[in-house]
């Protein structure tokens, strides 16, 4: 990857589910990443991405490592950030389950293990906004619906039956899939756009203009 994408440090929340699979996706970007698993770790860094997992426990493990608050500031900053799954979970506005409580920092509603238990998970190729014309291959894992989107939410993907599975809310963004699963990059470079629009927007804010080449 050429240019200021190259300069950006991005977090993975590495305290559950399958963040390994993110990083490695990163890497093959020629991306510097982070795990994250304790508040400091969030430090300098231009965006985070929030894997799949169980939601319940990552919500119980972000408190207990106090990660909760930094997380919503950073995103209420204007920062990046991308919750794959359970991590979409956590970034919704509400839940139709009582556990976890999300941070509501999407103004989205969303129905945990709506697609049904394990053994109906499902593979379905999308068209996503803004990544180009080829189908990107979603892997969806007891994957959460979203079934209310707000006003200020773009859908960027979604299945047949008409809901939205990938969607955009300024620098936010939440799929109900696992890009990382698969070796298609093109919605990691697509966080990473947002990420280095937001950094390179709060560098000019700060007085520090963009980079020299
Ligand atoms: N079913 C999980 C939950 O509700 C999410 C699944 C996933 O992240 N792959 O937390």
Known sequence: MMGRQGKLKIGVLAIQGDFAEHIAALNRLGIESREVRLPDHLE?????????GESTTLSRLMDLYHLREPIAGMAREGKAVWGTCAGMIMLAREITEDDPVPMGLMDIGVHRNAYGRQVDSFEQDLEIAGIGPEPFHGIFIRAPKIIRVGEDI??????????PVAVRQGSLL?????????????????????ASLTAG???????????QP
């Open 44 to 52: 300098g860094m231009d965006g985070l991405i929030i894997p799949g």
């Open 201 to 211: 927007e709060m560098d000019s804010r700060r007085g520090g203009g963009p980079e």
């Open 154 to 163: 773009e859908v960027l993907a979604s299945i047949p039956s008409g809901e």
């Open 174 to 194: 939440a799929t109900s899939f696992h890009p990382e699963l698969t070796a298609d990059t093109r919605f990691h470079e697509q966080f990473l756009r947002i």
